[in-house]
């Protein structure tokens, strides 16, 4: 039972490539999130799924796509990455009313 | 707007001491409160789980209160060691379909041996 992983776990890219994080879980939870840490700011939600098939916006989508097109895996998208996307992204699952387990992270630099 | 703060920014004791963190929370209609640690460069490790209809949880030297009416949750650690040096994260739920998590900008601890 690995939890939640995330690849890949660093990367720097150039502005305006593109790239995909991509978050698994093995616990067949329903709900899976990408947040994003910022140093002051806290953990912010960027988007978020209650199901395969189904994602919807949180407090920072701008920049962002996600898909979830199968249950254990929730894909964060930058189509043209710019420096202000230069931080630390968190995926996290959960069952519907269970604590969110989180991935270890993946630190993106943007140039 | 629902927000989270925690109070210190960060806190050094002696090793053995033991500490109160801080938390506090706008909207008190919670679902749950969660407390978590994160060591440097890594994810999150979700330590108490505290229900809206709970007022404490306890796991060995930790021990989480929640006061909703207040908006205020503390978390307790007792005979801190070295290895509890992290920063610990506050985290509310409000239910509802989203069921994110609103967190405040942690306590980054350090015990000194």
């Known amino acids: 039972n690995a939890g939640v992983t995330q690849t890949p776990k660093f990367r720097v890219l150039k502005t305006g490539q593109s790239m995909t994080l991509l978050c698994a879980q093995d616990?067949?939870?329903?709900?899976m999130y990408w947040y994003r840490q910022d140093p002051g700011m806290g953990l912010r939600l960027i988007h978020y799924?209650?199901?395969?098939?189904?994602?919807a916006k949180g407090e920072v989508p701008d920049g962002y796509n996600v898909s979830r097109l199968k249950k254990q895996n929730f894909l964060l998208g930058l189509e043209s990455a710019a420096p202000s996307q230069t931080s630390v992204y968190f995926c996290?699952?959960?069952?519907?009313?269970?604590?969110?387990?989180f991935g270890p992270g993946t630190r993106l630099t943007v140039l | 707007k629902q927000e989270v703060t925690q109070i210190p920014a960060a806190l050094s004791v002696p090793e053995g001491e033991n500490l109160v963190l801080n938390c506090s929370f706008t909207?008190?209609?919670?679902?749950?409160l969660q407390w978590f640690r994160q060591d440097p460069g890594k994810g999150l490790t979700s330590l108490l789980l505290?229900?809206?209809?709970?007022r404490e949880q306890t796991s060995g030297r930790l021990n989480a209160s929640l006061d909703k009416s207040s908006g205020r949750s503390t978390l307790y650690i007792a005979a801190s060691q070295p290895g509890d040096s992290a920063t610990y994260l506050c985290?509310?739920?409000?239910?509802?379909?989203?069921?994110?998590?609103?967190f405040g900008k942690g306590t980054k601890l350090s015990v000194k041996p």
């Open positions: 616990m067949n939870h329903e709900y």
């Open positions: 985290a509310v739920d409000y239910g509802g379909s989203q069921g994110n998590l609103i």
């Open positions: 909207d008190s209609a919670i679902y749950n």
């Open positions: 799924s209650v199901g395969e098939g189904t994602t």
């Open positions: 505290i229900q809206s209809s709970q």
């Open positions: 996290a699952s959960r069952l519907a009313t269970d604590t969110q387990y």
